[in-house]
Structures are given as structure tokens and as C-alpha cells.
């Protein structure tokens, strides 16, 4: 039981967003698609590694919160790192090379509500 006048830990989550066509479509191998959002997730990680919520998320190592949703296709998931860049939500596009192929994005560590409503319209992936 907490003490009295100790906050409870914020809910910090990490959202990463793949595009479904990839296996539904397009027949790319499930673990293929996997290691996009690893890639993703860790290096949203990486190029905000000194935010602060970056930092109180890594210091629940056994209790991270991560939400994978999908995009249907390239198109929707880059009108989405758009909207996110517009409106100064930090993230990071992947692009698989050589391809040059956006697969998915991640975002930095956010409290749940901050950007819950920009991702409202997207599903989680199966």
C-alpha cells in the first residue's frame, strides 16, 4: 500500500504504429514486420533518451507500457508522422532500407492522454 501523499507512477507509454499491409497484403513474414516496430520503438528511445519521460519510462524496466497499433497502408501511416511533427509529438519514421520503404512509426515515451487523441482512429494490430 502506498504511503499517504505518495503519488502513484504516471502512465507512460510508448505507442508504435505498423502498417497491416505489410503481412495482410503484401506478404511480408511476421517476424520481418516485428523487428520494424523493435527497430522503431528503440530508436524513438534512443533519440530522446534524455527527455524526462523517456527516463521515468526506462526506470520501470519491468513494467512498460507499449501499445502496437496499425496503419492500413504507407499512405495513412505518413499523413500520421505528419500530424505528429505538426503538432511537435516526438517520433521516429521507420524506413527500411535499402528499400526505402516507411514501415511504421514509434513514439517517445508520452503520458496516455497526451497523445491517446491522435491516435484514436487507429486500431490495435492482429
Known amino acids: 500500500m502506498a504511503a499517504s501523499g505518495t503519488a502513484a507512477p504516471r502512465c507512460l507509454v510508448q505507442y508504435v504504429v505498423v502498417r497491416s499491409d505489410l503481412v495482410h497484403t503484401l506478404s511480408w513474414p511476421l517476424g520481418a514486420v ?3 516496430a523493435c ?3 528503440t ?3 534512443h ?7 523517456t527516463q521515468e519510462y526506462l526506470t520501470e524496466l519491468d513494467s512498460m507500457h507499449k501499445v502496437v ?6 499512405a495513412s501511416l505518413s499523413s500520421l ?3 505528429l511533427t505538426e503538432k511537435g509529438v516526438a517520433h521516429k519514421l521507420w524506413i527500411e532500407q535499402p528499400e526505402n520503404v516507411p514501415t511504421c512509426l514509434a513514439l517517445k515515451p508520452y503520458p496516455k492522454d497526451t497523445v491517446h487523441p491522435l491516435l484514436r482512429k487507429f486500431k490495435l494490430f492482429k
Open 39 to 41: 527497430h522503431a520503438a
Open 69 to 74: 497499433l496499425q496503419a492500413p497502408d504507407q
Open 47 to 53: 533519440l530522446n533518451y534524455n527527455d524526462p519521460d
Open 81 to 83: 508522422s505528419e500530424t
Open 34 to 36: 516485428i523487428s520494424q
Open 43 to 45: 530508436a524513438a528511445i
